[in-house]
C-alpha cells in the first residue's frame, strides 16, 4: 500500500502526518478524512468547489489525469500551484505521495464536518 505524507499545516496536522495504510482507488480527501484530518470538503466531494485543494508535492504522476472540470475550478483556488490538484478528483494509485495542504481556502468560514 502506498504512503501519503502530509506536510505540516498549522491547523489541520501541526506535525505532519504519515499514512502509511493509503487504500488505492479511494481519493487523497477520503483518505486523509480517514485518518483525522479534517481536509475542508464543502461540497462533499462532488467537484463542486475548491475547498479541498491540495498540492501533490510528490508522486503526482501516479494519480488519474484531472479532468476538464476539476482544472476549471483549480483556476479558482487559493494559492494554485502546477501540481495542484482537488484532494476529492484526485485518486491514489500504487506510489507514495507528498501532499500539501494549503494555508486558506476560498472558503470564508469553516464548515466543520
Do not use: F
Request: charged letters at 25%; aromatic letters at 2%; one cysteine or more.
Amino acid at each position: 500500500m502506498p504512503r501519503i505524507i502530509v506536510l505540516p499545516h498549522a491547523d489541520l496536522c501541526p506535525e505532519g502526518v504519515v499514512i502509511d495504510n493509503a487504500e488505492p482507488g479511494q481519493n487523497i480527501c477520503q483518505v486523509l478524512l480517514d485518518h483525522d484530518i479534517e481536509i475542508e470538503h464543502a461540497c462533499e466531494m462532488s467537484c463542486a468547489c475548491t475547498t479541498c485543494h491540495c498540492i501533490v508535492r510528490e508522486g503526482g504522476d501516479s494519480l488519474n489525469e484531472a479532468d476538464e472540470l476539476e482544472e476549471d475550478l483549480l483556476d479558482k483556488a487559493w494559492g494554485l500551484e502546477a501540481q495542484s490538484r482537488l484532494s476529492c478528483q484526485a485518486i491514489v494509485a500504487d506510489e507514495d505521495l507528498v501532499i500539501d495542504i494549503p494555508r486558506y481556502t476560498i472558503n470564508h468560514a469553516r464548515e466543520h464536518h
